[in-house]
């Protein structure tokens, strides 16, 4: 694993725990306005820090995810759904990235 790829999957796994955080915090006040504000946020500066470790192409996939139209009157099942739709994305990549590390170096 190079070092760009060692620091992309650090870079991620710290992105889910901050966006678990968020997701906890929400749940605890039950305030999903300003969760979903904090979510933005953290959205701009993970796709900006993914972005600088991992390249523009690895990146474009999380960065167009857009939460979609809901039809419920649940607002925690709506957030829930939201931070759901950036856990999963994120989850896979840190799982592209770990089984890059497992791969035996190339030309060996």
């Given at each position: 694993?190079?070092?760009q790829?060692n620091?992309?999957?650090?870079?991620?796994q710290q992105?889910v725990?901050?966006?678990?955080?968020?997701?906890?915090?929400?749940?605890?006040?039950?305030?999903?306005?300003?969760?979903t504000?904090?979510?933005a946020?953290?959205?701009?500066?993970?796709?900006a820090?993914?972005?600088e470790?991992?390249?523009?192409?690895?990146v474009q996939?999380?960065?167009?995810i857009?939460?979609?139209p809901?039809f419920?009157?649940?607002?925690v099942e709506?957030?829930?759904?939201?931070?759901?739709?950036?856990?999963t994305?994120?989850?896979?990549?840190?799982k592209q990235?770990?089984?890059v590390?497992?791969?035996?170096?190339?030309?060996?």
């Amino acid at each position: 694993m190079t070092e760009q790829e060692n620091r992309g999957l650090a870079i991620v796994q710290q992105q889910v725990k901050e966006l678990d955080a968020i997701a906890k915090q929400t749940m605890e006040d039950l305030n999903t306005v300003a969760g979903t504000e904090r979510v933005a946020k953290w959205k701009a500066r993970t796709v900006a820090l993914l972005t600088e470790a991992l390249g523009q192409p690895a990146v474009q996939k999380f960065a167009a995810i857009q939460q979609g139209p809901s039809f419920t009157n649940d607002l925690v099942e709506e957030f829930s759904d939201l931070i759901d739709s950036y856990r999963t994305p994120l989850t896979g990549l840190a799982k592209q990235l770990a089984q890059v590390a497992s791969r035996p170096p190339s030309g060996t």
